[in-house]
């Protein structure tokens, strides 16, 4: 094909078509994310129940009752592996969401990015706050 | 954006909306109000990490009229976004994919949603006292 290299834009390019179409579909990472989504979500299933039975054990709670709750290792342990599930679980859906919406590329990057840095910098906070009342710091 | 020359599908609006359409674009939606929510977990560890008189805002708020819509928006968002959840892995696992079985399993994702978040709230109130 003598016009495989072409762009498509009327320019010519020493590129193969291969090497356009690398990195533009989602036959390049989609099924690892398909499959982080479904494995995020069997473990958000019992980790979200446990969350809300204790909140609601907690309603109306004093600031006391709170940090005893958080600090029984168990609680420490669940709350941080909730904390880094949900926002991982949460980036990706919103990932999902963004790619059927944005349909302008650049745009499409720094929402995603942004709001990839996002979860990690709240996931952060939360951890160490979890952190902070359970080792009394 | 692509090209338009090809075919398209008819548009959202001349759909009549169906349990199967309606219940997806809900577990987008809750998915991006959870997703929000998240905030509200993030400031109450935060606060109680901060001290007494920080949690005593956090929870004056949480306990607000405001807050406590919020609250009850969220608690719906989450058991629907949970039992779809469960619904979709089961799909994903090749089960209940028959028109009568998809309809059954979608009435039964809601009334969970709605059993569970007036249960969560009736026992939360016990607890509370009121």
């Known amino acids: ?137 | 954006m692509a090209s338009t020359e090809r075919p398209l599908s008819p548009h959202l609006q001349i759909y009549k909306p169906q349990i199967s359409s309606t219940l997806s674009i809900l577990h987008r939606a809750t998915g991006i109000a959870l997703s929000a929510g998240t905030l509200l977990l993030v400031y109450w560890l935060v606060s109680a990490a901060a001290g007494p008189e920080a949690f005593a805002t956090a929870q004056g708020l949480v306990g607000s009229i405001l807050g406590r819509i919020l609250l009850f928006g969220w608690s719906f968002a989450l058991f629907y976004h949970l039992g779809n959840g469960i619904r979709h892995l089961a799909w994903d696992a090749g089960w209940g994919f028959e028109l009568p079985v998809m309809h059954r399993t979608g009435w039964a994702v809601v009334i969970f949603a709605v059993a569970m978040t007036l249960i969560a709230w009736i026992v939360a109130l016990v607890v509370l006292g009121v």
């Open chain 1, 1 to 137: 094909m003598s016009t495989a290299s072409n762009t498509g834009h009327g320019k010519a390019s020493m590129r193969t078509p291969v090497a356009r179409a690398r990195g533009l579909g989602a036959a390049k990472e989609g099924v690892q994310h398909w499959w982080a989504q479904r494995v995020s979500a069997a473990a958000l299933v019992p980790l979200a129940l446990w969350f809300v039975a204790s909140i609601i054990g907690l309603a109306g709670a004093d600031h006391a009752a709170v940090v005893e709750w958080l600090s029984n290792p168990l609680v420490t342990v669940l709350m941080i592996v909730l904390i880094g599930t949900t926002f991982y679980h949460a980036s990706l859906g919103m990932q999902v969401v963004y790619e059927d919406y944005i349909h302008t590329h650049w745009l499409l990057i720094v929402v995603n990015v942004g709001t990839k840095f996002l979860c990690v910098l709240l996931a952060a906070s939360a951890i160490l706050a979890v952190l902070k009342i359970s080792l009394g710091a």
